[in-house]
C-alpha cells in the first residue's frame, strides 16, 4: 500500500460545539480541505481545465465513521489516499490522527465532470493523461 499523502489542520473554536467536541459535520469539510491539498501536491485540483475541457469533480457520495472525539486546539494529521479509480469517479480514503490515535475515517466519492458553457455538467470518462497521475499516485 503506498505512503499516504498527509497534512495536518488544527481544530479552530468555531468548528465546536460548548463541550469543546468538533462537529461531526466538520470532518466532511476537512476531509475536502485534505483532498484539494493533495490534488495541488500533484498539480491538479478539484476544478481544472484539462485538454480544452473545464473539469470538475462533483461529489457522489460521503462517509464518515467516528471513533474518538477532535476538540478544540487539537493537531490532526489527516491522511488520505486514493482507494480506487473507475472508468468516471475516483474515491479517496481519510483517517484522522491526534496524537497517533485515530480519530476517524471516511471517504469522499467524485465523478469527472465538464462543465458546459450553460454551466450544466456532463460525467466523463477521467481523460487518460489525468489517469495516469492519478494512478501514479495510487501505487
Known amino acids: 500500500m503506498p505512503t499516504p499523502f498527509r497534512t ?3 481544530v479552530e473554536f468555531a468548528d465546536t460545539d ?7 459535520a466538520n470532518f466532511f469539510r476537512y476531509m475536502e480541505s485534505a483532498e484539494v491539498e493533495f490534488l495541488r501536491s ?5 476544478r481544472l481545465g484539462w485538454e480544452g475541457q473545464e473539469l470538475g469533480f462533483p461529489r457522489v457520495s460521503a462517509s464518515c465513521d467516528y471513533k474518538k ?13 486514493i482507494v480506487k479509480i473507475g472508468a468516471k ?17 471516511g471517504q469522499i466519492s467524485s465523478v469527472c465532470c ?22 501514479h499516485a495510487s501505487r
Open 18 to 24: 460548548l463541550a469543546g467536541i468538533m462537529h461531526f
Open 114 to 135: 465538464t462543465i458546459l458553457p450553460n454551466r450544466e455538467i456532463a460525467s466523463l470518462e477521467i481523460p487518460a493523461g489525468l489517469r495516469k497521475i492519478l494512478e
Open 42 to 46: 500533484l498539480g491538479l485540483s478539484v
Open 89 to 105: 469517479s475516483i474515491t479517496y480514503g481519510f483517517e484522522f490522527f491526534c496524537d497517533e490515535s485515530l480519530l476517524a475515517h
Open 69 to 81: 472525539p477532535a476538540r478544540f486546539e487539537d493537531l490532526l494529521e489527516i491522511t488520505v489516499r
Open 8 to 10: 495536518t489542520r488544527r
